[in-house]
């Protein structure tokens, strides 16, 4: 499936029994639960919970990656088979949706899609919609996860590429410029400001409307600073949401070598690892 499917496409795959529709929304950061939009769904959808079912609630980080066998069994209760056509969306447009699916990837589920706008795309289409949670419950699945270790890099691996003698790989940080360059608080407690040495910026927000218009020149200019295909990449961000986002756009323009550092500025900003300040 492609990276990023658009509201008519998934219309018409509405009646395919392999469909899986998930809702992956979470609130921003800073955003209250009651904050987020409408408990709206698109007719047979189901609530991913990535708080709760997808995330390592014992880690102590705002959003971590859950062991393989949470995942699988998570996976499975949504009714997700071997064979299903994931597709997962969220109410805000893109925002957390990327997240879903870079874990379905990581776990080895290539068939998935985001859709492309969102819920927001999918209700100016013109597409009926139903009250969250009145989708019927699907019988359990027979997914098995499959953890792919290319897509995914940890504090430790970050600090043998700043170490070593080699070149580190191209890393990518998708939060704000003031708070990429330490010019602003951060919104968590207890985190230095700055960012990740070596790294570049990129803002998430800056891709969001691209990816949201499947607009791929606009996308070729945000990344004109993206190495090539050959070249493996790393994003993050400030909890391991916002890097998905780069990776989504990443993708949609052919890059297949990269991987999100999950911890993101969450851990290494809370710890007493190297920072640097400034425009990098």
Same mark, same amino acid.
């Given at each position: 499936m492609k990276p990023l499917i658009t509201p008519d496409e998934l219309k018409t795959l509405s009646n395919d029994p392999q469909l899986i529709l998930l809702d992956a929304t979470i609130p921003k950061v800073g955003q209250a639960e009651e904050d987020l939009p409408p408990a709206i769904a698109i007719p047979n959808a189901q609530l991913m919970n990535l708080k709760a079912d997808f995330c390592d609630a014992t880690s102590g980080l705002p959003n971590t990656v859950p062991t393989v066998a949470q995942f699988e069994k998570s996976a499975q209760q949504l009714g997700v088979h071997k064979d299903s056509k994931v597709v997962v969306y969220d109410r805000h447009g893109i925002y957390s949706s990327p997240r879903a699916w870079w874990l379905f990837l990581l776990m080895g589920h290539t068939s998935v899609s985001v859709l492309q706008g969102g819920l927001p795309a999918w209700i100016s289409a013109g597409y009926a919609t139903e009250k969250l949670g009145d989708a019927a419950v699907r019988p359990k699945g027979n997914f098995q996860a499959e953890f792919q270790a290319h897509r995914f890099v940890n504090a430790d691996d970050l600090m043998r590429q700043l170490s070593g003698d080699t070149s580190p790989k191209p $890393?990518?940080? @998708?939060?704000?410029? $003031?708070?990429? %360059?330490?010019?602003? &608080?951060? &919104?968590r407690e207890g985190m230095r400001a700055g960012h990740i040495p070596r790294s570049k910026n990129i803002h998430y927000a800056t891709v969001i409307p691209l990816l949201e218009n499947g607009d791929k020149e606009g996308l070729? @200019?945000?990344?004109? %600073?993206? &190495?090539t295909s050959e070249t493996a990449t790393v994003f993050t961000c400030g909890s391991g949401i916002t890097a998905c986002i780069l990776a989504l756009g990443a993708t949609v323009l052919g890059h297949q070598d990269w991987a999100v550092y999950d911890g993101s500025w969450s851990e290494w900003g809370a710890s007493d690892r190297p920072i640097a300040q400034g425009k990098g």
């Open positions: $890393l990518f940080d @998708a939060r704000s410029a $003031l708070r990429f %360059e330490g010019a602003t &608080p951060e &919104p070729k @200019a945000v990344f004109h %600073e993206y &190495p």
